[in-house]
């Protein structure tokens, strides 16, 4: 009867300390899932005012999470050196269709991709190609010379419209989304 008993009051107290699963707040790229959150996670992301926002989130709710938002920024202390000092705001709702953008891949350094090394390389050949012509007294502006440096100026050009037309975060729309997964039953 004890081990009965005993497997009773183990299994009662066991059964009183699971809980439901909780619900998610899942960042999606067309149908993959990229990352997920659940409550008491970090979360940083681009709120509708464009503002950049870091927080913990407090709960989940069916469209809305509560997020503790906070700022971290590098104060003085009592001796003139820096420390970095938190402050936090309060909770705030936010509804999923509020978050606007999401930090892009922080491990890719992007110089491909937004035009500085386009711009980088245009600049250097057009020093270069200024300064070897005045060291050998050739015509600055001469017809071939004013060729390459036309093209040189062209790619850096190419380079400063692709640096307007290059974002480091990513935009939720068609192809970017954000979705709570409820967890609960019903």
Request: hydrophobic letters at 40%.
């Amino acid at each position: 009867m004890r081990p009965v008993l005993l497997l009773f009051v183990f299994s009662a107290f066991f059964h009183l300390q699971t809980w439901a699963q909780s619900d998610v707040l899942v960042f999606k790229k067309k149908n993959q899932n990229i990352q997920s959150w659940v409550k008491d996670d970090f979360i940083h992301f681009q709120y509708v005012t464009t503002q950049w926002m870091d927080g913990k989130i407090k709960r989940i709710a069916n469209d809305s999470i509560f997020v503790n938002c906070y700022i971290t920024r590098q104060v003085p202390n009592q001796f003139g050196f820096p420390t970095i000092d938190t402050s936090w705001f309060g909770l705030m709702g936010i509804h999923v269709s509020e978050i606007i953008g999401m930090p892009g891949n922080r491990y890719k350094s992007g110089m491909f991709t937004n035009g500085s090394l386009l711009k980088i390389g245009s600049a250097g050949y057009i020093f270069l190609n200024l300064f070897n012509s005045l060291e050998n007294g050739e015509a600055v502006f001469g017809s071939t010379n004013l060729r390459n440096i036309g093209i040189a100026a062209g790619v850096f050009l190419l380079g400063h419209l692709q640096s307007l037309r290059y974002k480091s975060y990513i935009r939720m729309g068609k192809k970017y989304s954000m979705q709570i997964i409820s967890g609960q039953k019903g």
